[in-house]
Protein backbone atom coordinates (compact mmCIF):
# COMPACT_ATOMS: atom_id res chain seq x y z
CA UNK A 1 0.00 0.00 0.00
CA UNK A 2 2.93 2.09 1.01
CA UNK A 3 4.69 2.25 -2.53
CA UNK A 4 1.23 2.76 -4.13
CA UNK A 5 1.13 6.07 -1.94
CA UNK A 6 4.79 6.78 -3.15
CA UNK A 7 4.01 6.27 -6.67
CA UNK A 8 0.33 8.28 -7.04
CA UNK A 9 2.69 11.24 -5.13
CA UNK A 10 5.14 11.17 -7.33
CA UNK A 11 3.10 10.96 -10.29
CA UNK A 12 1.23 13.71 -8.78
CA UNK A 13 4.52 15.75 -8.77
CA UNK A 14 6.33 15.11 -11.53
CA UNK A 15 2.94 16.49 -13.81
CA UNK A 16 3.35 20.04 -12.13
CA UNK A 17 6.90 19.92 -13.06
CA UNK A 18 6.11 18.61 -16.96
CA UNK A 19 3.15 20.94 -17.73
CA UNK A 20 5.29 24.19 -17.35
CA UNK A 21 7.64 22.56 -20.43
CA UNK A 22 4.93 21.82 -22.48
CA UNK A 23 3.14 25.11 -21.91
CA UNK A 24 2.78 27.21 -24.96
CA UNK A 25 2.80 31.43 -24.12
CA UNK A 26 -0.73 32.43 -26.85
CA UNK A 27 -0.72 36.42 -26.12
CA UNK A 28 2.20 38.41 -26.83
CA UNK A 29 1.64 40.97 -23.83
CA UNK A 30 4.36 43.24 -25.74
CA UNK A 31 1.30 44.58 -27.72
CA UNK A 32 -0.80 45.58 -24.38
CA UNK A 33 -4.63 44.01 -24.29
CA UNK A 34 -6.00 47.06 -26.68
CA UNK A 35 -4.25 47.28 -29.91
CA UNK A 36 -6.12 51.41 -30.92
CA UNK A 37 -6.55 53.90 -29.25
CA UNK A 38 -3.29 54.18 -27.48
CA UNK A 39 0.27 55.47 -28.37
CA UNK A 40 2.93 53.13 -29.62
CA UNK A 41 6.22 52.94 -27.72
CA UNK A 42 7.96 55.13 -29.99
CA UNK A 43 5.55 57.82 -28.94
CA UNK A 44 3.33 57.75 -32.09
CA UNK A 45 -0.69 58.04 -31.92
CA UNK A 46 -2.10 54.29 -32.70
CA UNK A 47 -5.05 54.17 -35.22
CA UNK A 48 -8.74 54.74 -33.27
CA UNK A 49 -10.59 51.60 -32.11
CA UNK A 50 -12.93 50.48 -34.26
CA UNK A 51 -16.14 47.25 -33.86
CA UNK A 52 -13.55 45.01 -34.43
CA UNK A 53 -11.09 45.94 -32.14
CA UNK A 54 -13.72 45.81 -29.47
CA UNK A 55 -14.33 42.01 -31.01
CA UNK A 56 -11.05 40.92 -31.09
CA UNK A 57 -10.36 42.75 -27.31
CA UNK A 58 -13.95 40.12 -26.21
CA UNK A 59 -12.32 37.05 -27.80
CA UNK A 60 -8.53 37.91 -26.52
CA UNK A 61 -10.40 37.75 -23.04
CA UNK A 62 -12.33 35.11 -23.55
CA UNK A 63 -9.56 32.55 -24.78
CA UNK A 64 -7.45 33.76 -21.89
CA UNK A 65 -10.29 32.76 -19.02
CA UNK A 66 -10.63 29.44 -20.80
CA UNK A 67 -7.25 28.19 -22.19
CA UNK A 68 -5.27 30.09 -19.88
CA UNK A 69 -7.16 29.90 -16.41
CA UNK A 70 -10.17 27.25 -16.66
CA UNK A 71 -8.54 24.41 -18.51
CA UNK A 72 -5.50 24.03 -16.01
CA UNK A 73 -7.44 24.37 -13.15
CA UNK A 74 -9.54 22.07 -14.57
CA UNK A 75 -6.91 19.28 -14.93
CA UNK A 76 -5.46 20.23 -11.69
CA UNK A 77 -8.53 19.42 -9.80
CA UNK A 78 -9.28 16.11 -12.34
CA UNK A 79 -5.92 14.89 -11.15
CA UNK A 80 -6.88 15.92 -7.47
CA UNK A 81 -10.29 14.00 -7.59
CA UNK A 82 -8.29 11.18 -9.37
CA UNK A 83 -5.62 11.04 -6.57
CA UNK A 84 -8.45 10.93 -4.13
CA UNK A 85 -10.48 8.49 -5.92
CA UNK A 86 -6.92 5.56 -5.68
CA UNK A 87 -5.52 6.11 -2.33
CA UNK A 88 -9.12 6.43 -0.37
CA UNK A 89 -9.77 3.31 -1.62
CA UNK A 90 -12.11 2.00 1.36
CA UNK A 91 -13.64 4.78 2.03
CA UNK A 92 -16.46 5.22 -0.55
CA UNK A 93 -17.63 8.59 0.73
CA UNK A 94 -13.99 9.84 -0.43
CA UNK A 95 -14.95 7.43 -3.67
CA UNK A 96 -18.45 9.17 -4.13
CA UNK A 97 -16.73 12.63 -3.61
CA UNK A 98 -14.10 12.28 -5.95
CA UNK A 99 -16.26 10.58 -8.65
CA UNK A 100 -18.36 13.98 -7.86
CA UNK A 101 -15.88 16.36 -8.64
CA UNK A 102 -14.49 14.39 -11.76
CA UNK A 103 -18.04 14.70 -13.27
CA UNK A 104 -18.17 18.66 -11.96
CA UNK A 105 -15.13 19.26 -13.83
CA UNK A 106 -16.59 17.57 -17.11
CA UNK A 107 -19.73 19.24 -16.86
CA UNK A 108 -17.83 22.53 -16.62
CA UNK A 109 -15.35 22.29 -19.20
CA UNK A 110 -18.20 21.12 -21.42
CA UNK A 111 -20.28 24.48 -20.19
CA UNK A 112 -16.92 26.30 -21.13
CA UNK A 113 -16.03 25.23 -24.38
CA UNK A 114 -19.30 25.63 -25.46
CA UNK A 115 -19.96 29.27 -24.59
CA UNK A 116 -16.50 29.32 -26.63
CA UNK A 117 -17.55 28.25 -29.48
CA UNK A 118 -20.82 29.97 -29.30
CA UNK A 119 -18.69 33.46 -29.03
CA UNK A 120 -16.63 32.00 -31.82
CA UNK A 121 -19.65 31.77 -34.00
CA UNK A 122 -21.42 35.27 -33.28
CA UNK A 123 -17.44 36.89 -33.77
CA UNK A 124 -17.36 34.92 -37.45
CA UNK A 125 -20.74 35.55 -38.08
CA UNK A 126 -20.25 39.53 -37.37
CA UNK A 127 -17.22 39.13 -40.10
CA UNK A 128 -14.71 39.87 -37.58
CA UNK A 129 -11.56 37.82 -38.66
CA UNK A 130 -10.06 35.34 -35.98
CA UNK A 131 -7.00 33.54 -36.09
CA UNK A 132 -7.63 30.36 -34.42
CA UNK A 133 -4.58 27.52 -34.15
CA UNK A 134 -3.16 28.88 -37.81
CA UNK A 135 -6.34 28.81 -39.34
CA UNK A 136 -7.73 32.35 -40.49
CA UNK A 137 -11.51 32.11 -40.18
Known amino acids: MKLKH ?17 AEPTYDSSKGLVHCGGYNPDGSEQAMCT ?20 LPIAAIVFAWAGFIFITEGSNQSKRTQAKNM ?12 ASWLIVKTILVSLGVKINFLGIEM
Request: without cysteine; charged residues 0%; aromatic residues 14%.
Open 6 to 22: LFVTLMFAASFVAVPVF
Open 51 to 70: FTDIMILINTVINFLIFTLA
Open 102 to 113: MINVVIGLVLAL
